[in-house]
């Protein structure tokens, strides 16, 4: 095994499963939803919240292999697909917008009338969102075709739980954040990540591209 390929691995890992989460931009809405709840219910609703997104990032982690296979397609007809939607989560985030493909206007006032919206809508979709599992299921095919796999699946389970314990700990201090950095702090720090993403979501299809072509042209 090569030391610095993991590391390479493991910081790519870490810095696309963090941008696409971005539990940062998820502070506004955390605040609003959770207007007039005491400390004590804030707190469940971050538990349940990163619990949840925790646990759906990982099963799609290890079972995306017997997904590919159900539905018959390639890892490279995903990693086009899956960066199309990356790239359109990319582009909403560096225009300061929250991604459709996470939550609608229509999501927010149906979850404002739920008792459980840790579990939906914030830890789904808002922090497990389509594009947080897309990157998942991609790395993951990434970690396959290494030689460290099993140390790869590490990484990966790694890197989804340090972005939810970083969620938990933003989504605490919320209100602090909020406060002090308001809606303008919080949209600048979502287009930084957005370009990041914008980068990974650019390789993945080139790579989906590239593989396609050797496949049925090679």
Not at 43 to 59: D, G, K, P, Y
Not at 60 to 79: D, M, N, P, S, V
Not at 159 to 169: E, G, H, K, P, R
């Amino acid at each position: 095994m090569n030391p610095a390929e993991i590391v390479g691995f493991a910081l790519a890992t870490f810095a696309s499963i963090f941008a696409i989460v971005d539990p940062l931009a998820v502070i506004p809405f955390f605040v609003s939803l959770t207007d007039g709840y005491s400390k004590q219910e804030k707190h469940i609703i971050i538990i349940r919240s990163v619990i949840v997104a925790f646990t759906i990032l990982v099963i799609f982690a290890l079972l995306g292999e017997y997904i590919f296979r159900i539905f018959g397609f390639t890892i490279h007809a995903f990693k086009i697909a899956g960066g199309l939607l990356l790239f359109t989560i990319a582009f909403e985030m560096l225009q300061g917008e929250k991604s459709k493909t996470k939550i609608t206007e229509k999501d927010k006032e149906e979850a404002l009338a739920r008792e459980e919206i840790g579990i939906v809508p914030l830890g789904v979709p808002l922090l497990a969102g389509p594009g947080a599992i897309t990157t998942v299921m991609i790395y993951v095919t990434y970690a396959q075709r290494t030689d460290f796999a099993a140390v790869g699946y590490g990484i990966i389970i790694g890197s989804i739980a340090i972005v939810c314990v970083l969620a938990y700990i933003f989504l605490n201090v919320a209100d602090k954040i909020f406060a002090r950095a308001g809606r303008i702090g919080i949209i600048a720090f979502s287009r930084i990540m957005g370009l990041i993403l914008a980068g990974v979501a650019v390789q993945f299809i080139i790579d989906g591209v590239v593989g396609a072509w050797h496949l049925y042209y090679g």
